[in-house]
């Protein structure tokens, strides 16, 4: 690459190399209070992807902070979190072919206490690691929420709105090349608040 930029007449060819190998920027047409604004239609997203994640719940009772690896594959039907926290390391995979028509999903928990104990867990839950299909924003009639910036993203993403399940607020942050960088949701039910972000996303 550094060869080809060494001459004048090849630097174009070069710069155009290197912008084809990233993704094109975010039209201004979805910039907010642009007189060219048009909502951009819900994109497919790239959903078979391994992700660094933190995580923070919280609600009037308890706050808990997370941070490991997400592994997300709509073609299995799984999502597979490796996570670290106080005291505890825990390997969780949730097995959405085995789901109920209530959306608690079969959840598998292996953790490790400090003394490295052991303990396997099993039980249909609520699962706070949703299953993301390519599909998600398109199923769900998501509405552009306008770009934001993100501390652990470069440059600005899409914020997407949808009622997850037709029952939880969810905001799905999608970057210009239609990654998943993140979500965030409020549980009305649980009066529970959720972010999430990600970080060395491989899709
Ligand atoms: C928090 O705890 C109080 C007292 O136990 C309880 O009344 C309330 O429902 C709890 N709130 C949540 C969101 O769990
Ligand atoms: C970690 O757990 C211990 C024991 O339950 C508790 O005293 C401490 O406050 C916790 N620390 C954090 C950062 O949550
Ligand atoms: C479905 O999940 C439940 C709850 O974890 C479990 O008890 C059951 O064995 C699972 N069934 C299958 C076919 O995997």
């Known amino acids: 690459m550094r060869l080809l930029c060494l001459t004048y007449a090849l630097f174009a060819a070069c710069i155009l190399e290197v912008e084809a190998s990233n993704c094109s920027p975010f039209p201004s047409s979805v910039i907010e209070f642009s007189s060219g604004f048009k909502q951009p239609d819900p994109p497919l997203i790239k959903a078979e992807y391994g992700t660094s994640f933190i995580q923070h719940k919280w609600n009037q009772n308890m706050s808990h902070i997370t941070t490991g690896f997400i592994e997300n594959s709509p073609s299995q039907l799984i999502v597979r979190v490796d996570e670290a926290f106080n005291g505890t390391l825990a390997s969780s995979v949730f097995n959405y ?47 552009f929420g306008g770009l934001v910036d993100r501390q652990l993203n470069d440059g600005p993403v899409a914020t997407w709105n949808i009622m997850y399940q037709g029952a939880i607020p969810v905001t799905v942050y999608v970057n210009s090349c239609n990654i998943m960088v993140g979500y965030d949701y409020f549980s009305p039910g649980l009066r529970t608040r959720v972010i999430t972000e990600y970080f060395n996303i491989q899709v």
């Not at 028509?101 to 490790?112: C, F, M």
């Not at 104990?117 to 299953?131: A, D, G, H, I, Q």
Request: a negative charge; glycine letters at 4%; aromatic letters at 10%.
């Open 97 to 143: 072919a085995n789901s109920t028509k209530e959306g608690l999903v079969d959840n598998t928990l292996t953790s490790y206490d400090k003394l490295g104990k052991s303990t396997v867990w099993r039980e249909f839950v609520n699962s706070n690691f949703p299953l993301f299909p390519e599909s998600l924003l398109i199923e769900n009639d998501a509405v």
